[in-house]
């Protein structure tokens, strides 16, 4: 089954909320939706929700609120949505060629015959979990091709979490995030938050401990990229406040759990908590992706490389990473991840072929930039 990635915005003013209408000549013609697309390579989910809206409606947003993840499942192919909500906004809604946009009051939209999945969460059973500022959630909608919801499952991904815990930590730790490169910024802890606590619910373990794991794992990335699991342990021990919460055995473990986190690490983590992150923190990007970042991190941290040799260490370090003995691996069973990796150990098995990919995502890169 395709899997595709995408954001939908919800922007909502009072009893109003701004939708698009696709115009004849799409497949979902006449069908009402949440604006949003495609997260493109190299592009962070709040970008993309930001450029999308633009593109579908002529309006500025910002002050974006997340709110989870929403997994849209068709008879072949799934869509898994980055949620975000806002109520702030430039301009007027456009129409453009493919699309129309416009306010409407969310008791009419909910009268609409047709109208897309995700418009289920304006829904009186589901709204209130996206209107506040607390909840995450994740909710799986199972659909047939005419948009007929057959399924619907939803969690509360932080439900058990210590409220003010986690107002602590999306207040003091958090904006420390803004000093790491976007590869390891807060949309990035957001994603492994998430995704610990939706492997937390299989395990019978402490949320708070797996919340505030995954919230401090990457802190001292900025410092140093090599060591920055050490670095964020060390953060996080220095953390008097944070300690309030915990006994002195869950704060070793969190301890553990974040030093054990990185992906080359010669040693199976400690504790569950240290497998549920590792597991948890695994990037799952496109190839292309993983050669861009490659290449530019060589370029960063190795400019004593001829432009040979950085060509060379992408495979090198791909392979070693990725490849059929790799060190890249989940602790726990992480379906996504599995999938994800066979098809890099496909693609890497060739090695003429990789490389002759790798030249020419490079050679695309080097022209955009001129």
């Not at 209130?128 to 994740?138: A, F, G, H, P, V």
């Not at 999306?170 to 390891?184: Q, R």
């Not at 492994?192 to 619910?201: D, E, M």
């Not at 070693?320 to 994800?340: D, H, M, P, S, V």
Request: with cysteine; aromatic share 12%; proline share 2%.
């Amino acid at each position: 089954m395709k899997v595709r990635n995408a954001v939908r915005c919800f922007l909502i003013e009072n009893d109003k909320v701004l939708v698009t209408r696709y115009k004849e000549g799409n497949k979902k013609a006449e069908y009402y939706d949440i604006p949003g697309g495609k997260i493109e390579e190299n592009e962070y989910p709040r970008d993309t929700a930001i450029r999308e809206f633009e593109e579908e409606t002529g309006m500025e947003i910002k002050d974006l609120t997340y709110k989870g993840e929403m997994s849209v499942e068709y008879p072949d192919r799934k869509f898994i949505f980055q949620i975000f909500r806002t109520n702030t906004y430039s301009g007027e809604p456009q129409e453009f060629e493919e699309n129309i946009s416009e306010w409407m009051t969310i008791k009419e939209l909910l009268t609409k015959q047709k109208r897309l999945s995700n418009i289920i969460l304006l829904e009186q059973k589901y709204i209130s979990y996206l209107l506040d500022n607390k909840s995450k959630i994740y909710i799986y909608i199972k659909v047939d091709e005419n948009e007929k919801i057959l399924d619907v499952q939803l969690e509360i991904l932080d439900n058990g979490v210590k409220q003010d815990l986690k107002d602590y930590i999306e207040k003091e730790i958090f904006p420390v995030y803004d000093k790491n490169e976007k590869g390891h910024g807060i949309e990035h802890i957001y994603s492994v938050i998430n995704r610990s606590l939706k492997i937390a619910k299989e395990y019978n373990v402490d949320k708070n401990i797996v919340y505030t794991v995954a919230a401090y794992h990457d802190i001292g990335h900025h410092i140093n990229p090599k060591i920055h699991e050490k670095l964020s342990a060390e953060i996080f021990m220095k953390d008097n406040i944070i300690k309030k919460w915990f006994s002195k055995e869950e704060i070793e473990i969190i301890k553990e759990a974040i030093e054990d986190h990185r992906a080359s690490s010669d040693h199976e983590p400690k504790s569950l908590y240290g497998k549920i992150i590792s597991t948890a923190d695994r990037t799952i990007e496109s190839i292309d992706t993983c050669i861009k970042r490659t290449y530019l991190y060589g370029k960063r941290n190795y400019p004593e490389k001829t432009e040979k040799e950085q060509i060379d260490r992408i495979y090198e370090h791909l392979n070693e990473k990725y490849g059929k003995n790799g060190y890249a691996k989940t602790y726990l069973y992480n379906e996504e991840f599995q999938i994800y990796k066979m098809a890099f150990i496909k693609a890497l098995s060739d090695k003429e072929t990789f490389m002759e990919r790798v030249n020419k995502v490079v050679s695309e890169m080097q022209q955009e930039k001129k």
